[in-house]
């Protein structure tokens, strides 16, 4: 079976980043051990770690969790500020009348 050289990054990262074990993630997706441990060897040596940046295409459970709950924080701030503008409108339309 062929897999797209995007696929076998994206595994790789999954590996690497996340200090996977090759053989179970080779259980799990049923991928030769051999054939994911090449991977994974090709990876390393194409990608280094000074190289990655934040902006790469795949992240990590971990970093999307964390990704997550930023937000999530950022959407309550946003929603409790709206709730204080929308106050500070009705009092200030209510004294003009």
Known sequence: MAYSQEYKDYICKLIVDENRVVKEVAYELNIPYSTLGRWVKNYKKTVKPETIS???????????????????????????????LKKAMHIFTKNQE
């Open 54 to 84: 934040q902006k790469d295409r795949f992240i990590s459970s971990e970093d999307h969790q964390k990704v997550l709950s930023e937000r999530d924080k950022e959407i309550l701030k946003l929603k409790e500020e709206n709730e204080i």
